[in-house]
């Protein structure tokens, strides 16, 4: 795959060839280089927005699967919660249990 920047790169040096090379006037050069310019400009431009916009995409990826990530974590929180409060409840019972043998009778 190649690169915007060798693309952009690949223009401009094109242009500065053709500069040097064209058998033309001076101002049908400078007629042309402006408009390569441009084109130039407006690629770049271009190539800027649709980086900008790839990261953005990547951004709210990003913050999504994050979002997922923290809702699966609390969600496995919660079971293990669950097992420990079980796993108390039932030496609470034990401990009651015990406790009771050694009161005395009334």
Known sequence: MIHKGALVLGAILGATAGVLLAPEKGSVTREKLKKEGKEIKNQITSDFVEVKEDLSKAA?????KLKQDLEDFASKSSYKTEQAITLLEKQLAILKSKNKTLQKQV
């Open 60 to 64: 709210v990826s990003g913050k999504e």
